[in-house]
C-alpha cells in the first residue's frame, strides 16, 4: 500500500510535548518529510530525512523514524505550534509521492 | 529567496480543462537538480500530489490522475504548467505548485495556492 496513515487530532497542553506518527510501507524504504499548514496558508516543511529542520524552523521539532512509522515530535508545545501537520513520502515506485491523512494539532 | 506563484482562471466549466502555471523567481529551473512539483488540496481535505516535472520535460504523475493530467515546462519563462483534462466538480480545489527537492523527496518551497472552482 502507498497510503501513510496519520491521527485525525491530538492535544497537548501548553508547553508540553506532543508526537504525531505516520504509518505506511513506503517508510519502510523512504523517509517522511514533514509540513506544517495553518489555516489558508500554503504547507510549510518543518522535518525532513533523518531529522534536519530546514533554516528557521526551531529546534523543539524533531522527526525519528522506526520500521514503518515516523514521528514528528513537539517538545515544549507553543500557540503558533497549532496547525494541521502532513507527513509526506515517496511510494513503493521511489517515483511518486504520497501525503499522510494530516493531523490536527490543538494546544490547549 | 525562491518564490513560486501560481496563475490561471479560478471558475472552469466542467469537461474542460483546468490550465496553470508557475512562475518561479530566485532559482532558475534549468538549474537542475529539483523537480517542479503541483500538488492539490480539495475544500477541508487533505494533500494530494498530482505529479512533477524536470526541466528536460521528464515528468512523473500521481496514478490517479496520470490518464488527465499533463505538465511542461517553458524554461525561457523560468515558468512550469498543469492541464487537467475533462474536469468535474471533484477537482474543485486549492492547487499549489512547489519546488520538489529531489535527493530528499521533499518540497521545500510552495505558492501561496489557487482555489480553482470547477462549475458551470
Known amino acids: 500500500s502507498s497510503e501513510l496513515t496519520q491521527d485525525p487530532a491530538v492535544s497537548v497542553a501548553l508547553g508540553q510535548t506532543v508526537r504525531i506518527t505516520c504509518q505506511g510501507d513506503s517508510l519502510r524504504s523512504y523517509y517522511a518529510s514533514w509540513y506544517q499548514q495553518k489555516p489558508g496558508q500554503a504547507p510549510v516543511l518543518v522535518i525532513y530525512g533523518k531529522n534536519n529542520r530546514p533554516s528557521g524552523v526551531p529546534d523543539r521539532f524533531s522527526g525519528s523514524s522506526s520500521g514503518n512509522t515516523a514521528s514528528l515530535t513537539i517538545t515544549g508545545a507553543q500557540a503558533e505550534d497549532e496547525s494541521d501537520y502532513y507527513c509526506?513520502?515517496?511510494?513503493?515506485?521511489?517515483?511518486?509521492?504520497?501525503f499522510g491523512t494530516g493531523t490536527k494539532v490543538t494546544v490547549l | 529567496q525562491v518564490q513560486l506563484q501560481e496563475s490561471g482562471p479560478g471558475l472552469v466549466k466542467p469537461s474542460q480543462t483546468l490550465s496553470l502555471t508557475c512562475t518561479v523567481s530566485?532559482?532558475?529551473?534549468?538549474?537542475?537538480?529539483?523537480?517542479w512539483s503541483w500538488i492539490r488540496q480539495h475544500p477541508g481535505k487533505g494533500l494530494e500530489w498530482i505529479g512533477n516535472?524536470?526541466?528536460?520535460?521528464?515528468?512523473y504523475y500521481n496514478p490517479s490522475l496520470k490518464s488527465r493530467v499533463t505538465m511542461s515546462v517553458d524554461t525561457s519563462e523560468n515558468q512550469f504548467s498543469l492541464n487537467l483534462s475533462s474536469v468535474t466538480a471533484a477537482d474543485t480545489a486549492v492547487y499549489y505548485c512547489a519546488r520538489d527537492l529531489t535527493a530528499w523527496g521533499v518540497f521545500d518551497y510552495w505558492g501561496q495556492g489557487t482555489l480553482v472552482t470547477v462549475s458551470s
Open positions: 530566485g532559482d532558475s529551473i534549468s538549474s537542475g537538480g529539483y523537480y
Open positions: 516535472i524536470y526541466y528536460s520535460g521528464s515528468a
Open positions: 509526506n513520502s515517496r511510494d513503493s515506485s521511489g517515483n511518486h509521492y504520497v
